[in-house]
């Protein structure tokens, strides 16, 4: 975890990267107060200037992850041309988010449904799915994917490839260059070679 405990003033966004270490290291269940309030260098009461409590900064956190992912569906790329070209988008701009917003990404992976905010996340991430699912159906209309594979179960093997991200990838350690690309190989050419 990385060591907040120097700064002097704190800001709801600053505040945020110190809890999403915290929830993605003890989990969110697993965190007090207390244990935001040692890692961030400051008081249970400044905390509370700041938000109403644990859950709202886990809103603010997943929340963070899902504006990045469901901004995606909005981009021109992915509204306009054909299918395969839409999802090819998508699948790379949602690595992209994945890799560059990873603590943020790692903990709305990790939520279970236990709170509000983690049904709320759950049901958002499904819609998102949901989503991405239409357009893999668009594409196998088009004639432009292979139509034996079920779109919903073709949607949740690519999420699954791209998801796993979070287990392995650390900046610092490894460059985020050609991950993308990589992922978007591997789903529309797959590994065989031609």
Do not use: C
């Amino acid at each position: 975890m990385a060591d907040h405990t120097t700064r002097t003033a704190y800001t709801v966004e600053s505040l945020l990267a110190v809890t999403v270490d915290v929830f993605n290291e003890r989990g969110y269940d697993g965190t007090s107060m207390e244990d935001l309030s040692r890692a961030a260098g400051i008081s249970k009461s400044s905390i509370y200037h700041h938000v109403r409590g644990k859950e709202e900064l886990l809103r603010l956190a997943v929340g963070r992850a899902l504006d990045g992912l469901f901004g995606i569906l909005g981009e021109p790329a992915a509204t306009e041309g054909p299918a395969v070209q839409r999802l090819e988008h998508v699948v790379r701009r949602t690595t992209e988010v994945l890799l560059a917003e990873l603590p943020y990404v790692t903990l709305l992976l990790r939520v279970r449904g236990n709170t509000a905010t983690e049904q709320w996340a759950l049901e958002r991430r499904r819609e998102f799915d949901h989503r991405v699912s239409e357009l893999v159906r668009a594409a196998v209309a088009d004639g432009a994917l292979r139509s034996d594979v079920d779109p919903r179960l073709a949607t949740r093997l690519l999420f699954g490839m791209i998801n796993s991200i979070v287990e392995w990838y650390r900046p610092g350690i490894r460059t985020a260059d050609g991950v993308a690309d990589t992922v978007v190989r591997l789903a529309f050419d797959g590994l065989r070679a031609v």
